[in-house]
């Protein structure tokens, strides 16, 4: 499990870096916070299917069913993503970088748990 967390960690870092670095750009001029982000997503999801496939789960089960349990992990952190920023943004006026920053952390240890448990189970 810590080797699977660590190449998972690998993967998000590099993902999350570049996206995060994207959605810092997109929003100094002038898009809005939660499109953004919304539109990033999709783009990380796709992404970081292969990378936590092959690389941090080594998942060699069935591709379709791992894509469709993907994709429901993913409404899950989309969700979760959407709501920090609606909160915590939106309604209490937090600066949306460190919104965003943090809510990258907490989506990525909410999919870690979710991939390694229904996701790429073996």
């Known amino acids: 499990m810590i080797l699977q967390f660590i190449r998972y960690a690998v993967t998000g ?8 670095c994207t959605y810092l750009f997109l929003t100094w001029l002038g898009l809005n916070p939660i499109f953004t982000m919304s539109f990033l997503y999709c783009f990380a999801v796709i992404l970081s299917f292969f990378g936590s496939k092959n690389y941090a789960f080594n998942y060699k089960g069935p591709h379709g069913g ?9 409404i899950g952190g989309y969700l979760i993503n ?9 309604w209490l006026a937090f600066p949306h970088q460190l919104v965003q920053a943090g809510a990258i952390v907490v989506v990525a240890l909410y999919l870690f748990v979710t991939f390694r448990l229904f996701v790429f189970r073996t």
């Open 66 to 74: 791992a894509a469709a349990r993907y994709i429901i992990a993913h």
């Open 82 to 90: 959407l709501s920090m920023l609606l909160i915590f943004h939106e």
């Open 13 to 20: 870092v590099v993902i999350n870096s570049v996206g995060f």
